[in-house]
Structures are given as C-alpha cells and as structure tokens.
C-alpha cells in the first residue's frame, strides 16, 4: 500500500527486452500525438467549410486515413505492451524460481514458499492490466499533451495558456487525493480487512461451526459482518471517488473555460471558425491520457506490487543468516566413507538460536536417533547434514578422520559459517537418503514421484523399491497403479501413505548411492496412527540396517532401532544412552 | 478524440484484451480448468447463473437502476458539452446577437460541472446497492454451505477457499463492470440515435449502423476471442501454478535429491511457452480495439457526408459530428463489460450452484429401518453414574442415554462395510475409548454418533429417539466435541473457546482451559484470554492449536463427549497428564466416548472397544485386554516398550 513509482527501473536491468519495447511503446506514443492533432485538424477543416453547406473531400479523405492509422497504432501498441508483459512475466517467472534453487530450501521456510508459488503462478499475471492498459496511457501522457500545448501556441495561444496552466493540477490533484483517500484507507485497513477476512474465516472453519451446531446461528453473524464491510468500505469509497470527481471537474471546467473566450471571440470576429474548432477538439485530448493513466493506475496497482515483490525477492543479494549459498569454487566431491564432525556449530536463525556450539562426530555404519521437544533444532541438525542450513558460528566436516583412523585428518569442509564450502553439494547430496517429516508429493506420476530417489532408475528397482517400502497395496489400490498421477490435481495419499513414497525414494537413493549411504530421517512417523506407523516403521528398519542413519524421532517407536541416542535440548545436544539395548545394535562407542 | 467518454470508459472496465486481467476474472480464469462438479463451464448454460445471482439484486433494484440511469446521465452529459460546445461556436461564426448564445453559454458551464456530480453520485450509489447485494450472495452462500451436509467445497485446500471469497466478488463485477456500464452505453445509444432522428433520419441510419458495430459486433468478437484465448492459456497457466507449487513447497525434496535444476528448466519451457502463447493471441486480441477506433472515425464521416447530402443546415451537421464522436466512444464501453463478462463467467457459475434453492436444506426425514430387536450385545458393567437405560436426569438435566443397534455403514453398495454390525450402549454417564487400526472404522463410529454419517442398516438413538431425527443444529448439545480437523477461529481465545458454549462463565472457561493444559500458556500471553490466535491459528504451535480445541470441546460439555485423538500432536508426557486431566474433570452424569491410537491412560475408561474392519473385536476394560490376547495386548506391549524407553531418556 505504499506510494508506487508508476515504473520499477530495476525492471531495465533485469528484463534487457523492456528497453526496446518502451523504446517502440515512445515512438508509436509520438505517432499517436501526431495523428491526434491532424485528426483535429482535419475534422475541424471539415465543420468549417461544412457550415457553408460544402463538403471538403480532402480534408475528409485526410480524416478517414488519420482515423485508420490512429487504429493501426491502438494495435500496435496493444500488441508491444502485450509482448512487454508476456516478456517480463516469462523472464521474472525463471527469475524467481532459479531464487529458489540458487538459494536452497531453508531460505523457503514459511510462507515464502507460499508466497512464491502465488506470485510465480497468478500474482504475475496481474502485471497484464499494469502493461497494456496503464504504461502504453503513460507513454501517451506525455507526447500527446505536448503535441497539443504546441499545437494550440501556433492557432490561439491564450487557449493554450488556460490548458498549460490547468493540466498539471491533473497530477497535482491526483497525487494530493491519492494522499489523501491512502491516509483514510489506512486507516480504515485493519478493519476493512478483518471484515472482509471474517467471510473467509467462517468458511474454513464451518466443520466447526457445524460440530458446535453453530452454522445457521453464524448465518446472521456473516451476514452482520459483511453489512459492516459495506459501511467500512462505503466510508472510505467516499473520500477515494473525490479525486476521480476533482480531476473530472479539471478537465470538463477547462473545456467550458476554453470554449466560452473563443465563443465570444468569435462574435467580435477575432478568430476563424476553423481554428476555434480545432481548440475545442484539441482541449479534451491534451487532459485525456492523463485521466486515463491516473484511472488506471489503481487496477494496475496489483500488478506493480507484484512485481516490486518479483524483483526483490529475486535479487541476487548476500543470502541471510542460515541460509544456503551455492559454493562459489568448491567442486569437490567427496570421497564416500569417514566420519562426519560437527565443530562447535551454533545456528543462530536471528530469533531463535537453533543449536549452541555444538560439537559430534557421526561414526560411519551408526545409527543414531535424536529425540527433545519440538522447535529445540532436531530438524535443524539434518538440515546442516543436508547443506540446507549454514552454520552462523562453527562448521561441519565430512570425511575426516577415516574411519578408524587418526582424528588429525582436516576433511572436507560441508558447510562453514565463516567461509565457502568445499564440497559440492550436489555430489554429497547423491549419498543422502532423505525422508522428511511430510514429504512433497510433485505432480507426476507415482513411479516419477519415486524415481526422484534416481530418475533413471529402471522399471524393476523402482518395483523393488515399491516393495521395500511396504507401498504395494498402495499401488494396487490406485486407479493406475503405478502410473496414478499424484499431487496438485491428482490423487491424494493418506499421511502414511504418503511416507511409505518417501520411503520409496530413499531406498531407490540408497540402491544408486554407491557404497556408503547416509540416511536422514526427520521424524518419518510423527503423523501416522499406530497401524500405519507400524507399516513405516517396519520399511524404515529394513532401511537403516546396516547404514549410517540419523533419526529424527518424536514417537518412542523409532528409538529401538538406535546404536545412540541423543538429546537435542534447547539447542544443546546430550548423549544419552538407551536403557537397554538393542539387540541387533554393534555398539561403536 | 471526444473529450470524457473514453477516459471513462477505462475507468469502469478493464482495458486488456490479453488473457485474465488482475482481479477476479483472472484468477476465476486462471482456475476455470481446475475444478471439476460444482462450477458450470462457461456457455454450458446459457445466462442460468447471471439469472440466478442477479435474482438476488431484486431488494436492491431501485438503487440499481437509479446508478444506472446516473451512469447513462454522465454519458450524456459529457455528449452535450462537447456538442453544446460545437453548436455555441458555429453559431458563434455567424456573428449572431450576444443573446442568442446565453443559455448555451450557461449549458456548458452548467454540464461542465454536472458530468463530475454525476460520476460521483453515480459511483457512490452503484458500489452501495452492489455491496448490499455482496452481503446477502456472501450470508446465502454461507447458509448453502453450512446447510450442506458433507465437506465443505475446498476444505481441503486453502486455495479453493480463498478462490470461493473472489468467486463472491465476481458478483461485484459484474454489476459494476459489465451491467452498469452496458446499460448506460445502451441508453446513450439509443437517445443519440432517436435525436439524430429528428435532424436526419439518413444521417440517423448511419449512427446506428456505426452503433450496432461498436456496441454488438465488436463486443461478441471480443468475447470470442477473450474466451478463446482463455480456454488455450488457462491448462498452461494451471501447469505453471503447479510447477511453482511443485518447485516451493517441494524444494527441499528436489535439493536432497538433486533435482531442482531438472524442474527448473520444465517450469522455464513451460514460462515460455506461455509467453509465446500470450504473445500470439494478443495479435488478434488488440485487432477489436483497433476496429474500434475506426468505427467511430468511419462513422463521423459517414454521418457528416449523409448529413450535407440532406442539406442540413451547417451549424447542426457539427454538432451531429461531434456527438456521433462521443456516442460511439461511449458505446464502445460494451467492448470492455463484453470482455470481462467472459472471464466472470466461470465464477458466477461456481456461486450461483452456491446460492442454491432458497430453503435452507431441512433435516432429512429419519432413517428408515424396522424398529430394532433387542440388543444382542453381552451385558455391560454399569458405569460409575448411570445405570441401565434410565436416563439419569440430574438437576444439570446433562445425563442422555445414546445406543447404536445393528449398525452397518457401506459408503458405496457391494463395497466392504466400514461398520458391520455394530452394536453399542452408553448409558449416561459411562465412559468408553475406541481404539484399532486406521481404517478399522473408528471415523465412521464418530459420524454416525455426531450424526454425519447416516447407517446403512440399523439405528442409533438418544434417550430411544433417533439420533437423525434431532435438529442438526441442536444434536451437538447431546452428542459432540472434538472432532477431526477441528478449526481455530481468527478470533481472541475466548471467543475461540466461547463457540463450545456461549454462556460459559470466567472460572468455567479457566477449568477447561485447566484441563486441556492450556491455561499457563495463556495466563502467559501478554493479553491473556484476549490474545488474538492468528489465521487458522497461525500463531499457536500444533500443540497449543490441539490443546485449544480441546478446551473447546470440554467446555461445550455435552452429555455425550466425543473426543478425536484428543492428544494428537502433544509429547508422551504431556498426552498423559492431558487425558488425565480430562477424565477427572469430566462431570460424571456425562457420557465420554474417547477415539485414540494411543493405549496409555486408558485404565480411567470404563471399556475399551477394539474395532478392526468394522466390527467390535474386542471389549472389556483396559485391565483385561492386556491380559487377553490380540491386537490390543499386541499394540500395548509396542507402546509401553517404546514409551518406557522414551520417558527414560528424560531430563532426569
């Protein structure tokens, strides 16, 4: 809601095409200008002479041809401001994905990700309004009214004097009631939008309503609600149609002020019919591109709040604390085996501190299981192990001190707060099998969502994966069986359901990762219900066994499946050790 | 060319001919493909939508016309200056007496100022009869909705329910953007035709033929090619929001396994693709603003050549010239309510399948059934309060009987029952937990006892009264609680746990905000019960957010309570402390009926139902199922292991 510049110069620099379509949008703005004063040349030649009851031919002729070409350049310039639009979404559409990917997934906490998907996907769209109906009227906004003030000092300069001198109160005005009707709409926001939010509200929670038997008595409460949304908004409409009514008055007084003088003028024969016409014709079109610019703005205003949120979030600045940057030089992949180190990492998110000097050696073949509260940096830990998250203090270490060697050996830095990384995170990433807490389920088809775990994974390992993560009555169960599409628009799977997916993709992952695997799980099962934790738990064993694993676990049923245990506290982390333990468990300590 | 029309036109339309312009029309477009039943594809029916919704405008129909006939005032106001104008200098050419000219000279002035007034007035009386009529669409929508048994539209997903609020705003621009505008240009059509009439029935012809192009034939190629366009942009743009989606919501899945630069690129060829896409139909599209431009251009000069041709005299040929100028512009408004009438469509659609008939769906008549048979199930302990089926009427009046006979549900014929057979007393005052396997039926108990899910065979009864006959509205005073997805409201905390029950007092409100172990949270906050919890309980975590509905659902205190895993989402430690909690404050005349996967703190109920596949495998208290062996002793023997072993890992 803040005061837009009606154009974004940043939009030059990253959309190089806008250059030559603003260039092309100036030059038919000119043309424009032109054929606006010989179109009112020629129209008021053909009154004058028609008042004798004469018809001129030529100027009538000129009249038809400046028409047509008038309506050839509204096509034109239709057509460049539509290309400008289409340009400019397609490249900041890239633009902002590639933000996406360039800065990594712990830049997308929260409702950034929401935001970026809304703004890729329709917010973008809004910029048509702001590129075909208001730029090509700002281009004409300024080339038309000079064309005419010059045209008018040539044929009766004290008519050209009222319009110069009336013209700028056009955005004088409109920027002062703009003011204005912004300070009364601020006012008002809070309420405006809490009425209007309060609809929304009611909807989503109708199941409610509905369980407290509340839903016909909340009728009337919507209905009250949405009454003081109209009042609230007639309130502020009030003051906002002002400036519509000031600029009006601006331009339908100049043409009475105009058109009067010349009147009278003409009476005492000072002034040739011809020329009086051609100022009455030429008056309104001076204040009309402004008009039409000024009521325009505000249905483009969407438009340029979306792209000022377009350029910005997409900007290739110093990403913030905690997040992500691609190596600059690092390159190197790292050897598979030897421990992993965390040294004195401290992750502070600037409101919170995740984790606090925390120093761990991850031991290859162990399976270790991290338990504490929620929002005490559980997820905060693999997140680091996945490259996601960058350490504000502190680093971590990959194939240090190879197993079991002396601890001397420096490693490969993985992600340092004090510098760039040496690993490349693609190649480390190629060892991890990763399931998250509520897995992305992309529209695609099943087995595509699966072979995420290796994309060119043939038919038989991702059957084989399939089975392994107890999805076969899954995949019976769909109207295509492996080839149901799922997500946005498809099929939807059940929590469980859904896990078992991931599961699937980490053991095609693990098939394809090469010798030694790392396994993140990140509380695979905290929103199953007993039976289908059971079914998860029971892929899960059979995916950790044997490998190196750190699990993430809320439920208890995870623990017995851990050679250590560690207790992540307030950003500390605790060993601790299981009171009894498993029976399959090498212990390693 | 003519001074005010055209500004206006843009004022009250959206000017872009290229696919879905901001507001609502382009999401509704953007959206058209996405949704299957419910929304009626544009054209299928012919206006049956714009009928239904503009019924509801009737109450307002006055103040409609009134901004109407305002609009069309404008219009023609702006028509005379410019002519009046004309007539003042061309008269003025002929050097006639001062006097001659007076009133004209006063007319321009007078319609100078006039064409403001009325846009203002115009405006305002317009968004005030629309408004009104937003708030009956949005109150008739609500009370369609909340009529509507079953899930509501887009429950499921966000978006579908903010695309409900702007398919409501649709109705705003149609009246605002399409009718008003489309009635005043018709108006100044038709006057500037009939006046022309009186000077130059040839000349009049003209107009018309110039009139029917601009405001007939121009506005149905702009509908055409707005729809076309539409219907080829909206899969792309669809698969776009969803490669966004994929690639946001997604990214971490694509990072950790190396796939974000494979989905990038789809989503950039799929960018372009529509840019190009966009690009082409712009060609066509911008074409009918072009055609529009020359029609009023081709007009004048008809009407100035027709004119002279019937030797009217020269000051009027002007003024016919000027006015043919403004009329035509005015009418080329059409073009634009044409264009954005196409993208309201599919949104007009979806609200007035909303809007529904005008009777709030009444209850349907109850189940049919034969009267039950005596109830075969093995006698039960009495509970602690009530006995046998005498409905225990304390002074509260709290104590209800409720019994389900021979209950089977089939959602679908020939598919296998979610509940088989199930037979279940619950005298007032008992209190029984439900557990089993997902998928074993336990949802389906829920609905039948709230009264959502309908038995196929068999009956459930309240004080021997059928459950489905009860008032729908009163039915969760009897038989309620916590139920699935239960919603936090964008409302204070007490409002939120005020909807459980309206009259509850402070120290009622306290204890089961006490019970649901949300008072020290709240006691906390800097604003106490008046802490405003954001959308959708934003700003509670998953634990506070199911902790609040809990409190709710114990402060609605119906003789019946149903509680949905009421410790989802909450640690070993605090689930325990949570349920025991509630089972001591639980007034005894009340009924509890606690669905769980967790077995722990089940030794305060008075029976444990096991349910697998729809049938009650297993009963008895929680004592003697862990003894028995089955999936109850199996499960329990799982989680004590596991939970031990967790709680042992504690903070010493």
């Not at chain 1, 359901?497 to 098939?511: G, H, I, N, S």
């Not at chain 2, 200056?81 to 002929?94: D, F, I, V, Y």
């Not at chain 2, 634009?336 to 949104?347: D, E, M, P, S």
Request: contains cysteine; aromatic residues 4%.
């Amino acid at each position: 809601m803040s005061n837009r510049r009606p154009f974004d110069p940043r939009l030059l620099r990253r959309v190089p095409a806008t250059r030559r379509h603003l260039a092309v949008l100036g030059l038919l703005g000119v043309g424009a200008a032109a054929l606006v004063i010989t179109q009112a040349t020629a129209l008021a030649t053909v009154l004058a002479e028609a008042i004798h009851g004469r018809l001129d031919r030529t100027a009538l002729a000129v009249f038809v041809v400046t028409v047509a070409a008038r309506a050839g350049l509204v096509w034109a310039q239709g057509v460049v401001a539509a290309r400008s639009a289409a340009a400019v979404k397609a490249a900041l559409r890239v633009d902002l994905l590639d933000a996406v990917g360039r800065r990594g997934p712990g830049w997308l906490a929260g409702q950034r990700a929401g935001t970026i998907a809304t703004l890729t996907g329709r917010g973008l769209d809004a910029l048509d309004a702001y590129f075909t109906g208001y730029l090509p009227q700002l281009v004409l906004s300024v080339t038309v009214p000079i064309a005419v003030l010059a045209r008018l000092t040539f044929a009766d300069w004290s008519s050209a004097l009222i319009v110069a001198v009336t013209l700028p109160l056009i955005p004088i005005f409109g920027a002062l009631l703009g003011w204005q009707a912004q300070a009364a709409t601020e006012r008002q926001w809070r309420r405006l939008s809490r009425l209007g939010g309060h609809f929304l509200d009611m909807v989503a929670g109708l199941p409610t309503l509905r369980a407290f038997g509340r839903a016909r008595a909340q009728v009337d409460v919507v209905r009250r609600m949405a009454d003081g949304h109209r009042r609230a908004t007639m309130s502020t409409l009030r003051i906002a149609f002002l400036s519509a009514l000031v600029l009006e008055l601006v331009a339908t007084l100049s043409v009475a002020l105009v058109a009067v003088p010349i009147g009278l003028r003409l009476l005492g024969g000072g002034l040739t019919l011809q020329t009086a016409l051609l100022v009455l014709l030429l008056t309104p079109e001076a204040y009309l591109p402004l008009r039409a610019a000024g009521s325009r703005f505000h249905a483009s205003m969407e438009g340029l709040t979306a792209l000022d949120e377009a350029l910005t979030l997409s900007t290739r600045e110093k990403p913030g604390p905690g997040v992500t940057a691609t190596p600059r030089e690092a390159a190197a992949t790292p050897a598979p085996g030897g421990a992993i180190r965390l040294e004195s990492v401290t992750v502070d998110y600037g409101r919170t501190v995740a984790l606090r000097d925390v120093s761990l050696t991850i031991r290859p073949g162990e399976r270790i299981a991290v338990v504490g509260p929620s929002g005490a940096g559980k997820s905060t830990l693999l997140g680091l192990l996945l490259g996601f998250v960058t350490p504000t203090g502190g680093r971590v270490v990959t194939g240090a001190d190879r197993w079991p060697a002396t601890c001397d050996e420096p490693g490969l830095v993985l992600v340092d707060g004090a510098g760039p990384a040496d690993v490349d995170l693609d190649a480390w990433r190629r060892r991890i099998a990763w399931v998250p807490q509520r897995a992305h389920l992309f529209a695609a088809s099943l087995a595509d969502n699966i072979r995420l775990g290796h994309p060119d994974a043939p038919a038989d390992a991702v059957r084989r994966a399939v089975r392994a993560a107890n999805l076969d009555d899954v995949v019976l169960g769909l109207p295509d069986g492996l080839d149901t599409l799922l997500g946005e628009r498809g099929h939807g799977l059940s929590s469980g359901q859904r896990q078992r997916v991931a599961l699937a993709r980490a053991f095609l992952r693990v098939e394809f990762a090469g010798p030694e695997p790392l396994i993140l799980l990140d509380e695979p099962t905290s929103r199953l219900d007993g039976a289908a934790e059971a079914v998860v738990l029971d892929a899960t064993r059979r995916l950790v066994a044997g490998r190196t694993a750190l699990l993430v676990a809320h439920r208890p049923a995870l623990l017995r499946e851990a050679d250590r245990v560690l207790r992540v506290d307030d950003g500390t982390v605790r060993e601790l050790t299981p009171d009894r333990p498993a029976p399959d468990v090498v212990a390693t300590a | 060319m003519t001074p005010t029309t055209a500004a206006d036109r843009t004022s009250a339309t959206v000017p872009s001919p290229t696919p879905a312009p901001a507001g609502t029309g382009g999401r509704a477009d953007t959206r058209a493909g996405g949704r299957g039943g419910g929304g009626t594809p544009a054209g299928a029916r012919r206006l049956g939508a714009e009928r239904t919704v503009l019924r509801l405008a009737r109450p307002y129909l006055p103040r409609l016309v009134g901004a109407g006939l305002l609009a069309a005032g404008t219009e023609i106001a702006g028509l005379a200056l410019m002519a009046t104008a004309t007539w003042l200098l061309m008269t003025a050419a002929g050097r006639p007496e001062l006097d001659t000219l007076t009133v004209a000279i006063v007319s321009v002035r007078a319609l100078a100022i006039g064409r403001g007034v009325l846009r203002y007035t115009e405006r305002l009386a317009g968004h005030d009869a629309v408004l009104r009529m937003v708030t009956d669409v949005r109150a008739r929508v609500f009370a369609t909705l909340a009529a509507r048994p079953g899930p509501v539209a887009g429950q499921r997903s966000g978006d579908a329910l903010s695309r409900l609020v702007s398919d409501v705003e649709a109705v705003q621009d149609l009246v605002l953007r399409v009718l008003v505008p489309a009635a005043a240009a018709t108006v100044v059509g038709l006057l500037a035709v009939a006046g022309t009439a009186f000077v130059s029935p040839v000349a009049a012809l003209c107009l018309l033929a110039g009139l029917l192009v601009a405001g007939v034939a121009l506005p149905v190629a702009a509908t055409a090619l707005t729809r076309r366009t539409a219907d080829r942009v909206a899969p792309l743009r669809g698969a776009l929001a969803v490669d966004a989606v994929d690639l946001t919501q997604g990214a971490a899945d694509l990072a950790a396994f190396g796939a974000t630069r494979g989905a990038l690129d789809r989503a950039g060829t799929r960018a372009a693709e529509l840019a190009r896409l966009e690009r082409r139909l712009a060609v066509t599209g911008w074409a009918v603003d072009g055609a529009g431009t020359l029609v009023v251009g081709a007009t004048v000069a008809a009407v100035v050549v027709a004119a002279l041709g019937a030797d009217v005299g020269g000051v009027l040929v002007g003024v016919l010239a000027v006015g043919t100028l403004a009329a035509v512009e005015a009418t080329l408004a059409l073009v634009g309510a044409a264009r954005q009438w196409t993208l309201l469509r599919a949104a007009l659609g979806r609200v007035a399948d909303l809007l529904g008939p005008d009777r709030p769906a009444a209850p349907a008549p109850a189940a049919p059934g034969p009267p039950v048979p005596a109830d075969p199930s093995p006698p039960m302990p009495a509970g602690p309060a009530g006995a046998g089926s005498t409905p225990d009427r304390a002074p509260g009046g709290s104590g209800h009987d409720c019994r389900l006979d021979g209950v089977t549900v089939r959602y679908r014929a020939g598919a296998a029952p979610a509940l088989d057979d199930v037979h279940l007393d619950l005298p007032a005052g008992r209190r029984i937990a439900v557990v089993g396997p997902s998928g074993a039926g336990k949802s389906t108990l829920l609905g039948v006892l709230t009264g959502t899910v309908r038995p196929t065979t068999g009956t459930a009864t309240v004080d021997g009264t059928d459950l489905f006959g009860h008032d729908p509205e009163r039915l969760p005073r009897l038989v309620g609680g916590l139920l699935a997805e239960a919603y936090v409201f964008h409302a204070t905390v007490r409002e939120n746990l005020l909807l459980g029950r309206a009259d509850a007092d402070a120290d009622e409100l306290a204890a089961a905000a006490a019970a649901a172990g949300l008072l020290d949270w709240i006691r906390q906050q800097p604003d106490g019960w008046d802490t405003v919890v954001g959308e959708d309980g934003a700003q509670l975590s998953g634990g506070q957010r199911q902790r609040l509905a809990l409190a709710r659902a114990l402060l609605a205190a119906p003789a019946v309570l149903v509680l949905d895993e009421p410790t989802e989402g909450l640690d070993p430690t605090a689930a325990d402390a949570v349920l025991d909690g509630v089972l001591a404050g639980l007034d005894p005349r009340r009924s509890l009926v606690l669905v769980t996967h967790r077995l722990r703190g089940l030794t305060g109920v008075d029976e444990v139902l096991v349910l697998d596949a729809g049938r009650i495998t297993q009963r008895g208290t929680a004592a003697e199922l862990a003894r028995r062996p089955g999936w109850y002793r199996d499960q329990w023997q799982l989680q004590e292991a596991a939970e031990r072993g967790y709680l042992a890992l504690g903070p010493a």
